[in-house]
């Protein structure tokens, strides 16, 4: 990342935010926690607690779409497992 190799705390911290969504499209749900995580302790650590406030929205944001994801994936192996298994109390 540029802004890493020049020093640009700000511009980094910037990219990392919006790297993190565009990563949760792609379903890459751990990625883009680790950049919204970066991100917010980058600005917490330039003393900008607006930027900082961004990249934890985004943060829960992406939590809450993963959440929802393993919830489906959950359930769906639950039916799958009752509906091959013999055993009756699953």
Same mark, same amino acid.
């Given at each position: 990342? /540029?802004?890493?190799?020049? =020093? *640009?705390?700000?511009?980094? =911290? =910037? $990219?990392? /935010? ?11 749900? &751990?990625? !883009? @926690?680790? !950049?919204? %995580?970066?991100?917010?302790? /980058?600005?917490?650590? /330039?003393? *900008?607690?607006? #930027? &900082?406030?961004? !990249?934890?929205?985004?943060?829960? +944001? @992406? %939590? $809450? !779409? +993963?959440?929802? +994801? ?5 359930? #769906? ?14």
């Amino acid at each position: 990342m /540029i802004c890493r190799e020049t =020093g *640009d705390r700000h511009g980094e =911290g =910037g $990219a990392l /935010i919006n790297l993190g969504p565009a990563l949760c499209e792609m379903r890459r749900f &751990e990625e !883009a @926690i680790t !950049a919204c %995580q970066d991100a917010a302790v /980058i600005f917490r650590e /330039i003393g *900008d607690p607006r #930027r &900082e406030d961004d !990249a934890l929205e985004n943060l829960a +944001r @992406i %939590q $809450a !779409a +993963r959440d929802v +994801r393993d919830r489906h994936w959950g359930a #769906r192996l639950a039916r799958l497992v009752r509906a091959v298994s013999p055993r009756s109390d699953l």
